[in-house]
């Protein structure tokens, strides 16, 4: 305790991990994300890295945008094209009912 009660913690009280993590993300933080939760994992760990309601029992997410993330980076990789590709919304695409995207043809995504 320091002077007026404050808690004072330094670094030999915080574990060298969540140190490292801190500085990475202070370097390049995670980018905004309006899911009601969600999780990072350290792949070669198999840890939690961090997340926001990660505990929380939920219902997948559509198996479409899954099934469409998969595809298009499986497309991107095969035929070489960047993160900052430009595609084009077609009619066919504009029109499908049922979406929240609000779409409109003619409106250009990148990959």
């Given at each position: 305790?320091?002077?007026?009660?404050?808690?004072?913690?330094?670094?030999?009280?915080?574990?060298?991990?969540?140190?490292k993590?801190?500085?990475?993300?202070?370097?390049?933080?995670?980018?905004h994300?309006?899911?009601?939760?969600?999780?990072?994992?350290?792949?070669?760990?198999?840890?939690?890295?961090?997340?926001?309601?990660?505990?929380?029992?939920?219902?997948?997410?559509?198996?479409?945008?899954?099934?469409?993330?998969?595809?298009?980076?499986?497309?991107?990789?095969?035929?070489?094209?960047?993160?900052?590709?430009?595609?084009?919304?077609?009619?066919?695409?504009?029109?499908?009912?049922?979406?929240?995207?609000?779409?409109?043809?003619?409106?250009?995504?990148?990959?």
């Amino acid at each position: 305790m320091g002077k007026n009660g404050q808690l004072i913690i330094t670094e030999q009280d915080i574990p060298a991990k969540e140190i490292k993590l801190a500085k990475i993300l202070m370097d390049k933080p995670a980018p905004h994300c309006s899911a009601q939760s969600w999780a990072i994992f350290d792949q070669k760990t198999n840890a939690l890295m961090f997340g926001k309601n990660e505990k929380e029992r939920r219902e997948v997410a559509s198996i479409t945008k899954i099934m469409t993330c998969y595809v298009v980076l499986q497309l991107q990789e095969r035929f070489k094209q960047k993160d900052d590709t430009l595609v084009e919304i077609s009619d066919d695409a504009a029109g499908i009912h049922g979406t929240s995207a609000d779409l409109l043809a003619g409106d250009t995504l990148t990959i």
